[in-house]
């Protein structure tokens, strides 16, 4: 301890962040380097894979998606009016400028998505799906064994010409970002493991498929993106920094995959609202941490995650990108095009690169212009320069999560999770109900998050984060999380969000309580990445690791490890680490 309190926190990182690795995995990315790194690579989890028998790229999870019905379109259209008449956004028929007419005030010219982007960055590529290699043809050997009175200029012109051949196949499997934008027309079918917080098992992608797809995703990015070699994995230690919607099966699963499919000597898991607070420098914080599925909402008091306060909201940053394309296509402003996130992965990124370029939470009609392109066909890729209107209100579907309609994209079915562990009952069994395999008897003992949640609440954005800090029942601590509300993920990054919040939180509070204040907190770093900090925060300042967990006791005896650890003592460093990552 008094060496922790003397060292440089660059010294400390250099001492035990080299061999460390953090995974921060979620439904549509998974966040993963060394401790020692700024950031870590964000890479879309997903993995495509070659089938010859498809005649074009298929989605494992498409039968899952549905089309909201009459009722729910109702919902959206009320939530729309009551969210225009907060913003003052003008109703349709209201403002009708022609073509000719000036630019409304409010209007922005942008084409690009950022500052650092010009309108080239914005359109997206096709993935060349053909591995091609170069194969040597048989005239060489022919060559050799020919008689050495023959022609050497000749059979130098042969080779010449015959010596080298490309060879054309399709890739096996395709990673990322590039999996995304796979043609229409290509052979594959893309798997996305992680689902609106929970494994992706349905009755087209079973649990082997979902485990095989996350062990070789995470195995590709620690080889091509970390260059860390199969063979020397044994040297590293791995960090799981997980979301409190998984549960104990799918906790197990995954620490499976690093300490037995993976080979990494040790690993631990670490709660990611814990995290989300340790890495902007908190030890007592309401964590609002906004994903792109899912938004999870968790208290923590003194560097412990409040089991009774968690709740997870099934909507996120998808959702709000969703509702974006709904808002134009309602104002007649989208091009004709067929436009379709939930069939076509590269609609849903190119409306994700919008939504982070343009979306914000202002008073007033807030609209901007860009370039909107048409992926229907990979031959030729349309595109066409439009208005954008109403940017204001899809973000505003966190409070009014009815506009958002999340039943579009719904989680898992959850009976195939029940009748998983049903087969397995004999092998072993949780303390919860849940089963699984492996032959961990001591798994009973070992709840590494003691906060996850059982199922989704369906309410706004305000009324949950005013549900969960009430629910803690001492004033003291709610007066200190309502000042300290710290919003991660990445759409915690809109403008305006912040504002509306501490407004409509103090709003929403009773009048009964003591609460005369609500603010939210300013992140240090990028939101996005915060959880992912806090986990290398976690994993540097533990420096006895007795909740770690090694490979050979995970193989062959399973292991007996106590929950509800505090970190508090360990709370004098981490401004040195933060000043350290902000340097």
């Not at 915060?530 to 007795?546: A, F």
């Amino acid at each position: 301890m008094d060496y922790l309190k003397t060292v440089v926190p660059s010294q400390l990182l250099a001492e035990r962040g080299s061999n460390l690795v953090v995974i921060n995995p979620g439904s549509m990315n998974v966040r993963m380097g060394f401790a020692s790194q700024d950031v870590p690579f964000n890479i879309p989890h997903c993995i495509a894979r070659h089938k010859n028998d498809a005649p074009k790229l298929s989605v494992r999870d498409q039968r899952l998606n549905c089309r909201a019905g009459s009722t729910h379109n109702a919902e959206r259209e009320r939530a729309y009016d009551i969210i225009a008449s907060m913003l003052k956004i003008p109703f349709l028929g209201e403002v009708s400028p022609s073509e000719n007419q000036p630019l409304p005030p409010k209007m922005g010219r942008l084409d690009g998505l950022s500052s650092q982007q010009n309108k080239d960055d914005s359109i997206l590529t096709w993935t060349d799906v053909m591995d091609k290699s170069i194969k040597a043809s048989t005239s060489i050997e022919r060559s050799v064994n020919s008689d050495a009175d023959e022609d050497p200029s000749q059979s130098t012109s042969d080779d010449g010409n015959k010596s080298n051949s490309e060879e054309s196949k399709y890739k096996e499997m395709i990673f990322g970002e590039d999996a995304l934008k796979i043609p229409p027309s290509a052979p594959y079918c893309l798997g996305r493991p992680i689902r609106r917080g929970h494994f992706n098992i349905s009755q087209n992608y079973s649990l082997h498929q979902v485990l095989e797809d996350l062990r070789t995703i995470w195995n590709w990015m620690l080889t091509e993106k970390l260059h860390i070699n199969p063979k020397d994995r044994h040297l590293y230690s791995a960090i799981l920094v997980l979301g409190e919607t998984f549960d104990n099966r799918e906790m197990k699963e995954m620490l499976s995959i690093v300490l037995c499919d993976l080979g990494f000597s040790t690993a631990v898991v670490h709660q990611e609202a814990l995290a989300a607070a340790f890495g902007n420098g908190l030890s007592t914080a309401c964590v609002v941490n906004i994903g792109a599925q899912v938004t999870q909402v968790v208290c923590v008091e003194d560097g412990v995650a409040l089991p009774h306060t968690a709740l997870a909201l099934p909507y996120g940053g998808d959702d709000i990108s969703r509702c974006l394309l709904w808002v134009q296509q309602r104002h007649r402003t989208w091009p004709n095009f067929k436009t379709d996130p939930m069939k076509k992965p590269i609609d849903m990124l190119m409306l994700n690169k919008i939504k982070e370029g343009y979306s914000q939470i202002r008073s007033g009609s807030y609209d901007a212009v860009s370039v909107v392109h048409s992926y229907e066909h990979e031959k030729s890729v349309g595109h066409q320069k439009t208005r954008l209107s109403a940017l204001s209100v899809p973000p505003m579907g966190l409070l009014y999560p009815r506009l958002l309609i999340p039943e579009e994209f719904p989680p898992p079915p959850r009976p195939w999770f029940q009748d998983c562990d049903d087969m397995l009952e004999d092998t072993w069994q949780t303390n919860d109900g849940l089963s699984g395999n492996g032959g961990l008897g001591a798994w009973d003992s070992y709840q590494m998050l003691p906060t996850r949640v059982k199922k989704f609440d369906n309410i706004g954005l305000v009324e949950a984060i005013v549900s969960s800090v009430l629910s803690t029942g001492r004033v003291d601590l709610q007066r200190k999380l309502f000042c300290s509300i710290q919003l991660v993920g990445g759409a915690a990054s809109t403008t305006g969000l912040a504002p509306v919040l501490e407004q409509r939180v103090l709003n929403t509070i009773p009048s009964n309580q003591p609460v005369e204040k609500v603010e939210v907190l300013q992140s240090r770093r990028n939101p996005l990445f915060i959880p992912w900090k806090g986990g290398v925060i976690l994993g540097v300042l533990d420096t006895t690791r007795d909740a770690w967990i090694h490979r050979e006791d995970w193989i062959k005896n399973g292991i007996h490890v106590g929950s509800g650890r505090k970190y508090k003592d360990s709370y004098f460093l981490q401004s040195q680490l933060m000043c350290y990552y902000n340097s």
